[in-house]
């Protein structure tokens, strides 16, 4: 059965509300009891099979100490959004870890091409922010 545009939404959102519940280093159960909600219906959020409320990501943002937008950026396939986020998780760091960084995205990028082909960057080596 194929899925619709909103239950893909919220696996995506899913995927980033349990990424973020572990790196804030709770678990689910403690979660689901800060939220005043079975740990079932917290389960059923991270895998997607219900959607989160705007209250509750809200909640959420609060109780791992980022932004309720992260929820939606996280999880957005929007090319657009994702470069706002590398942008903001790198625009702390020094030159030169900045330039690092672009080094790595780039040999991803190139490595998971779906054809395979290299471009002429990778003939070039690494590029840099300036």
Same mark, same amino acid.
């Given at each position: 059965?194929?899925? =619709?545009?909103?239950?893909?939404?919220?696996?995506? #959102? @899913?995927?980033?509300?349990? *990424? !973020? !519940?572990?790196?804030? @280093?709770?678990?689910? %159960?403690?979660?689901?009891?800060?939220? %005043?909600?079975?740990? +079932? $219906?917290?389960?059923?959020?991270?895998?997607?099979? $219900?959607?989160?409320?705007?209250?509750?990501?809200?909640?959420?943002? %609060?109780?791992?100490?980022?932004?309720?937008?992260?929820? #939606?950026?996280? @999880?957005? &396939? *929007? =090319?657009? +959004?994702?470069?706002?986020?590398?942008? !903001?998780?790198?625009?702390?760091?020094?030159? /030169?870890? *900045?330039?690092?960084?672009?080094?790595?995205?780039?040999?991803? $990028?190139?490595?998971?091409? /779906?054809?395979?082909?290299?471009? &002429?960057?990778?003939?070039? @080596? /690494?590029?840099?922010?300036?």
């Amino acid at each position: 059965m194929k899925k =619709t545009t909103e239950e893909l939404v919220n696996q995506r #959102l @899913g995927k980033t509300i349990a *990424r !973020r !519940r572990k790196f804030a @280093g709770y678990t689910q %159960d403690e979660v689901a009891e800060r939220l %005043d909600i079975g740990k +079932e $219906a917290f389960s059923r959020l991270e895998r997607g099979i $219900a959607g989160a409320s705007v209250y509750r990501l809200f909640e959420l943002a %609060d109780m791992f100490e980022c932004g309720v937008e992260t929820f #939606l950026i996280e @999880g957005s &396939r *929007r =090319t657009t +959004e994702q470069v706002e986020l590398i942008d !903001r998780l790198i625009s702390t760091l020094s030159m /030169p870890d *900045r330039q690092l960084v672009v080094q790595i995205v780039e040999r991803l $990028a190139r490595r998971l091409r /779906p054809d395979g082909k290299k471009d &002429r960057t990778e003939e070039e @080596g /690494p590029g840099y922010l300036v």
